[in-house]
């Protein structure tokens, strides 16, 4: 074995205390290890099956010093830490992936000129700080468009779709004084994502490309194989090979990409963690995201991404419970014993909320994803 590899028995630091924390810890578990949490947040979904729970703001740098102290590497699953922090962090223990990235990948200015100064494939953009910068973008960059604050927007969050000159200046108010970006709009005929770890000497392993369709912005079901040819999922992965050399990531990344209605890819956003569209590999691959990005943080050789079967998740958002009016009916969904269920230990369902996922595997890929559409409606009794 490598010098500097942390075996199964050490403990490892997670910043952030959400579902993919959550996931992380029980594949951490699994493989002995010990995983401490640091959040502003208490009884999380990650605090509630990590060893130790540190409820303290992310700017409190006295005390994320002294959680890098108890653990032999620290990873993130939420990408708006700030820098300060991981920097904090990184003067105790390996931050990884390093806070360069998350610096790069939390700011979507930031992120897109990366990409396009590297020759990676990105829709036109422009900065915006003015009403004036708005409407030149709109003459040089024509209509339809994106405009989107440039920091901290997930989820659609942060996002206004515009269609005319009429509409500049109540958009450029809504910004609200916040930096935005201006995307010419991109006519996709799908939404993909290529999750990929990068071990310290090089190593480099991507799962399947996965195919998304969303709901009001929000990821609602993922699909693996998606449905492109061949060439073109060979080419997504390359990029994404590209990405992570050229950030130099050591950890897990994830590319969301569109695919154009004339069949070219053009990369949308970077996460610099495991993702929501990888929550199948879970159930249908031969190592899951969680336990990847574990290998890679931790020095360990890559797993392999096979795709056991074909296979489909579906979000449980609060909306069920709402639709429901109460407790859904679990029991139900499970009745296809191809289902699995995963709950993420939330105690309040909000609308637009995360709660969990359904993954349903099946002999074909339609299969697997009527498979787990039928179980999600099934939730909620007629
Ligand atoms: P994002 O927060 O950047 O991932 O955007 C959320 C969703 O908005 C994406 O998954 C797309 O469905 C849509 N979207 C974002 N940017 C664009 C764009 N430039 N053109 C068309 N649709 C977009």
Same mark, same amino acid.
């Given at each position: 074995? !490598?010098?500097?590899?942390?075996?199964?028995?050490?403990?490892?630091?997670?910043?952030?205390?959400?579902?993919?924390?959550?996931?992380?810890?029980?594949?951490?578990?699994?493989?002995?290890?010990?995983?401490?949490?640091?959040?502003?947040?208490?009884?999380?979904?990650?605090?509630?099956?990590?060893?130790?729970?540190? #409820?303290?703001?992310?700017?409190?740098?006295?005390?994320?010093?002294?959680?890098?102290?108890?653990?032999?590497?620290?990873? %993130?699953? *939420?990408?708006?830490?700030?820098?300060?922090?991981?920097?904090?962090?990184?003067?105790?223990?390996?931050?990884?992936?390093?806070?360069?990235?998350?610096?790069?990948?939390?700011?979507?200015?930031?992120?897109?000129?990366? =990409?396009?100064?590297?020759? %990676?494939? #990105?829709?036109? *953009?422009?900065?915006?700080?003015?009403l004036?910068?708005l409407?030149?973008?709109?003459?040089?960059?024509?209509?339809?468009?994106?405009l989107?604050?440039?920091? /901290?927007?997930?989820?659609?969050?942060?996002?206004q779709?515009l269609?005319s000159?009429a509409e500049l200046p109540a958009a450029f108010a809504a910004l609200?004084?916040?930096?935005?970006?201006?995307?010419?709009? #991109?006519?996709?005929?799908?939404? $993909?994502?290529?999750?990929?770890?990068?071990?310290? @000497?090089?190593?480099?392993?991507?799962?399947?490309?996965?195919?998304?369709?969303?709901? @009001?912005?929000?990821?609602?079901?993922? /699909?693996?194989?998606?449905?492109?040819?061949?060439?073109?999922?060979?080419?997504?992965?390359?990029?994404?090979?590209?990405?992570?050399?050229?950030?130099? $990531?050591?950890?897990?990344?994830?590319?969301?990409?569109?695919?154009?209605? @004339?069949?070219? =890819?053009?990369?949308?956003?970077?996460?610099?963690?495991?993702? !929501?569209?990888?929550?199948?590999?879970?159930?249908?691959?031969?190592?899951?995201?969680?336990?990847?990005? =574990?290998?890679?943080?931790?020095?360990?050789?890559?797993?392999?991404?096979?795709?056991?079967?074909?296979?489909?998740?579906? !979000? =449980?958002?609060?909306?069920?419970?709402?639709?429901?009016?109460?407790?859904?009916?679990?029991?139900?969904?499970?009745?296809?014993?191809?289902?699995?269920?995963?709950?993420?230990?939330?105690?309040?369902?909000?609308?637009?909320?995360?709660?969990?996922?359904?993954?349903?595997?099946?002999?074909?890929?339609?299969?697997?994803?009527?498979?787990?559409?039928?179980?999600?409606?099934?939730?909620?009794?007629?």
């Amino acid at each position: 074995m !490598n010098a500097g590899v942390i075996l199964p028995g050490a403990t490892l630091g997670v910043l952030g205390s959400g579902q993919l924390g959550r996931m992380f810890t029980i594949a951490a578990r699994r493989l002995g290890y010990r995983v401490d949490i640091y959040s502003p947040d208490s009884d999380t979904p990650a605090g509630q099956v990590g060893d130790v729970e540190v #409820v303290a703001p992310y700017e409190d740098l006295d005390r994320v010093r002294d959680f890098a102290r108890a653990v032999s590497v620290v990873t %993130f699953e *939420f990408e708006n830490v700030p820098s300060a922090t991981s920097r904090a962090a990184a003067e105790v223990v390996p931050v990884r992936p390093a806070g360069e990235v998350l610096h790069i990948t939390q700011q979507r200015l930031r992120e897109k000129t990366f =990409l396009g100064s590297h020759g %990676f494939p #990105v829709t036109p *953009f422009r900065r915006i700080t003015t009403l004036g910068e708005l409407e030149a973008a709109a003459r040089d960059l024509g209509l339809p468009a994106v405009l989107k604050t440039a920091s /901290f927007g997930y989820d659609g969050k942060g996002q206004q779709k515009l269609r005319s000159v009429a509409e500049l200046p109540a958009a450029f108010a809504a910004l609200a004084g916040a930096e935005g970006i201006y995307e010419a709009f #991109v006519d996709f005929s799908k939404e $993909v994502s290529v999750i990929a770890a990068r071990t310290l @000497d090089g190593g480099f392993a991507a799962f399947p490309v996965f195919e998304n369709a969303h709901a @009001d912005h929000i990821l609602d079901v993922t /699909f693996a194989p998606a449905a492109i040819p061949e060439a073109l999922s060979a080419e997504a992965v390359r990029l994404a090979r590209g990405i992570l050399e050229a950030l130099d $990531v050591v950890g897990l990344l994830t590319v969301e990409l569109f695919v154009t209605r @004339d069949g070219r =890819l053009l990369v949308n956003e970077l996460a610099p963690r495991t993702h !929501n569209s990888g929550h199948l590999t879970i159930d249908a691959c031969v190592t899951c995201q969680f336990e990847q990005q =574990l290998r890679a943080v931790c020095g360990l050789p890559l797993g392999s991404t096979e795709l056991r079967r074909p296979a489909a998740m579906a !979000n =449980l958002l609060g909306d069920i419970w709402i639709s429901a009016g109460g407790e859904p009916d679990w029991a139900a969904a499970l009745s296809d014993p191809l289902v699995k269920l995963h709950l993420y230990g939330k105690a309040s369902p909000r609308k637009g909320r995360k709660m969990g996922h359904l993954t349903a595997t099946g002999a074909t890929v339609e299969e697997a994803v009527e498979r787990v559409r039928s179980a999600r409606a099934r939730l909620v009794p007629a």
